[in-house]
């Protein structure tokens, strides 16, 4: 009983910002660790942060540190990816995702959004 969609994505010159919002739904949702994976076209889905059911916990890709911030609102049920300082090599696809345990490891998430596309021009 667990939904996620993804929002917040689009058009953005090199060294702009975005904040992508994760819109969840079930009556267990708070209870879930969350996190932000992304897929560029040609690559493997990789991890970008994580972040503990009740937010207390995160961790980052090396790749993302200092730039993006994930947050949580489980009064709202909503995750949030705030991105700044935005570089081409983040152009993707970004998919949120629902799971018991806070990864950076895929298989540990249950529900996935459809994901919501990020371009990053020069």
């Known amino acids: 009983q667990v939904q996620l969609v993804e929002s917040g994505g689009g058009p953005v010159q090199t060294g702009g910002s975005l904040r992508l919002s994760c819109a969840a739904s079930?009556?267990?949702?708070?209870?879930?660790?969350m996190g932000w994976f992304r897929q560029a076209p040609g690559k493997d889905r990789e991890f970008v942060a994580t972040?503990?059911?009740?937010?207390?916990?995160?961790k980052y890709a090396d790749s993302v540190k200092g730039r993006f911030t994930i947050s949580r609102n489980n009064a709202k049920s909503t995750v949030y990816l705030q991105m700044n300082s935005l570089k081409p090599e983040d152009t993707a696809v970004y998919y949120c995702a629902g799971g018991r345990s806070w990864s950076p490891d895929p298989w540990r998430y249950d529900y996935w959004g459809q994901g919501t596309q990020v371009t990053v021009s020069s």
């Open positions: 972040i503990s059911w009740n937010g207390g916990s995160t």
């Open positions: 079930g009556r267990t949702v708070s209870t879930y660790a």
